[in-house]
Nanobody, 127 residues
Framework: QVHIVESGGRLVQPGESLRLSCIVS????????IGWFRQAPGKEREGLSCLTGHTGLTRIADSIEGRVSISRDSAKNMVYLEMYNLKPGDTSIYYC????????????????????WGQGTQVTVSA
């Protein structure tokens, strides 16, 4: 059974950077795909980024291109989302998720393919 735990969310000031962490356990295949999503109050959940397990290739959503990066530490089963130049509009609950096994080279950010969600971590950007 896949188990996901996010951490790192906190109150930050506009312009600051923040790194969120996601530790995933229980993956049984190398063809995994992990995505980061967020949901602000009253808004739909939004896909931000994904990382492909067997290739290491990543994808960033156009809406946040240039302000986030995704990376992993395989030895620690960790996936990170680094966010830069944070704005009040980035205030959301951030979720890490495991998507269905993916055999292509580069993942797609698709919440319809998510099999397992973490509990989320709150990021608040405010002066």
């Amino acid at each position: 059974q896949v188990h996901i735990v996010e951490s790192g969310g906190r109150l930050v000031q506009p312009g600051e950077s923040l790194r969120l962490s996601c530790i995933v356990s229980g993956l049984t295949s190398e063809y995994w795909e992990i995505g980061w999503f967020r949901q602000a109050p009253g808004k739909e959940r939004e896909g931000l980024s994904c990382l492909t397990g067997h290739t290491g290739l990543t994808r960033i959503a156009d809406s946040i291109e240039g302000r986030v990066s995704i990376s992993r530490d395989s030895a620690k089963n960790m996936v990170y989302l680094e966010m830069y130049n944070l704005k009040p509009g980035d205030t959301s609950i951030y979720y890490c998720a495991v998507e269905s096994p993916f055999y292509g080279a580069r993942c797609y950010i698709d919440q319809q393919r998510v099999n397992s969600w973490g509990q989320g971590t709150q990021v608040t950007v405010s002066a």
